[in-house]
């Protein structure tokens, strides 16, 4: 598909059609190469990185037709990011519409809005929210920003999170601005898979989904000068998986490549990148990254989602502005095709 205008997030659902949401507050779904717009969602604030953002199908989207969106707006007055579960009729219209997350907070630009969503095999959905700049939030306990949540399908907290002090929604904390969720089929000794995120300027980071706190603590007004994951002001704070370095380069979506048709990449994480403009890939052994590859480096401009999809392909969408696409990539018998396909 092309002549879209930033779509953010793209599902395949079961009839292998693919959902996706565009910024400015559209959902529309792509069929055999045509897209239906489905609705513009009620509300949404639109303003620099914020809008209309993350988008999940319920694992048991067959069933019952959830899916979940995440957004910006202003509908109280004050800034904020919401969560909100839609039934998607056959007739491609919404129904039952709710929030099921609201409060979660938004800075009026729109800056470290966060919002990416992905649910897990046992219906569980993991929320990646931004600190939304305030140097307060990563590490307050009771702050929903700057935090990786976890809830039921209608927002009640998951077994499992932090417990008191903190909301009973909070998975996770000391986040900047987590960008991309990749989810395991089954936790893997306490980890769900992994998260990405921006940095400051250096030191972007893949994070696991373990609990605990991640080490982002700007300090007041908004200071930026700090490290990452802060090891001297949190010495128990967890790890990185992987890091840019320096510079940035701006990390956005995330997947977990999976199948044996993609050869010497199955198994390995693909980030869309994009200030440096491709696709990043990488390689872990032992939850750390152990080698890394470059793909399509400036073919698309920048890259915004990566999403596996059930039929074995991975499909991505550019943020450009103007003319996006969602660009679908398929394993080839020999692991170059991966590299050559334009």
Known sequence: ?????????????????LLFTQRRGSLSLLRDGEVTHIADI????????????????????????????????????????????????EDLRLYDGMDIVTGIPANPSGRHSGAQLQ???????????????????????RSLAGKVLRVTRDGGPAPGNLGDPFDPRIFSF??????????????VNGQYGYSAEHGPGRDDEMNPLLPGNFGWAPGLPYNEGVPMTDLARFPDAIRQAWASGNPTIAVSGLALIQGEAWGGYNGALVMGVLKDRQLRVVWLENGQ????????????????????????SLYITTDNGSDDRIIRIQPGKREDRLRNRR
């Open 42 to 89: 009620e509300g949404v604030a639109a303003r620099g990185e914020g809008g209309l953002l993350g988008l999940a199908a319920d694992v048991g989207f067959a069933e019952n037709r959830w899916i979940y969106l995440a957004y910006n707006t202003l509908a109280t007055g004050s800034p904020e990011v919401r969560v909100a579960r839609f039934r998607l009729g």
């Open 174 to 187: 000391g986040h900047r601005n987590v960008q991309g969720l990749a989810l395991f089929e089954e936790p």
């Open 1 to 17: 598909a092309s002549g879209l205008r930033n779509p953010w997030a793209v599902v395949q659902l079961p009839d292998l059609s």
């Open 289 to 312: 990254a152990a080698r890394q590859e470059t793909l399509f480096e400036g073919a698309f401009g920048r890259i915004r989602a990566a999403h596996m999809g059930r039929d074995n």
């Open 119 to 141: 649910m897990a095999r046992d219906g569980i959905l993991f929320i990646g929210t931004g600190d939304a700049a305030d140097a307060r939030n990563p590490q307050d306990p």
